[in-house]
């Protein structure tokens, strides 16, 4: 079973990438659990998500405490994700929404013994659409550096989501930040 955490604040999609990640696992036969962890629900406020994925059903009910991948879909979060690793698994992943010297998290990788990717979803979502839209961005980030679900299956619950001119931005989206994608060894 691999476990995902998901940081964000409200209203950058965090719940949602969470949902869309299950959705493409469960598309391609797996077993999925989605569940979000709110504080105070407003505009901004810190929120988190958790994905579980499976071969096997999943009898497990409680929250992720060790998971194996975290990913930071606000890009000031990321500029500090020393926060955010609380409890990830030696040899996780670290997916981060990040434009700084990616080199500058070597260290986070070297120190906890994890694979440290990056995408820099602000950028893109910009140039794509003018406005900052991170959750599939990022879904494809984790899906490009983990290979937990295939494009397909992200393209596929994307298409049972949404429609229209809302599909095809995500869409876009969803491609350019796949092939965007840097990982530090």
């Not at 079973?1 to 949902?19: A, C, D, K, L, P």
């Not at 469960?26 to 994925?53: D, M, N």
């Not at 794509?128 to 879904?139: A, D, F, Q, S, T």
Request: hydrophobic share 40%; charged share 20%; proline share 4%.
């Amino acid at each position: 079973m691999i476990e995902v955490r998901w940081h964000g604040r409200g209203g950058q999609g965090v719940v949602t990438g969470s949902n869309l990640l299950a959705r493409a696992a469960i598309l391609e036969g797996k077993y999925a659990q989605h569940f979000p962890e709110f504080g105070p629900e407003r505009s901004g406020a810190p929120v988190r998500s958790y994905t579980r994925i499976s071969n096997q059903p999943i009898e497990l009910h409680t929250g992720v405490y060790n998971p194996d991948i975290v990913v930071v879909i606000d890009p000031t979060m990321a500029r500090n994700p020393e926060g955010f690793v609380q409890g990830l698994k030696r040899g996780g992943s670290l997916v981060l929404n990040y434009a700084g010297d990616v080199g500058r998290l070597s260290h986070i990788a070297g120190e906890l013994d994890v694979k440290v990717h990056v995408v820099n979803a602000h950028r893109i979502s910009l140039e794509e659409v003018g406005r900052k839209i991170y959750n599939v961005p990022m879904l494809a980030a984790l899906a490009r550096a983990s290979g937990l679900v295939g494009l397909e299956a992200v393209k596929s619950a994307l298409r049972s989501r949404f429609s229209g001119e809302a599909l095809e931005i995500n869409l876009r989206l969803l491609e350019k930040a796949y092939r965007e994608v840097e990982s530090l060894a």
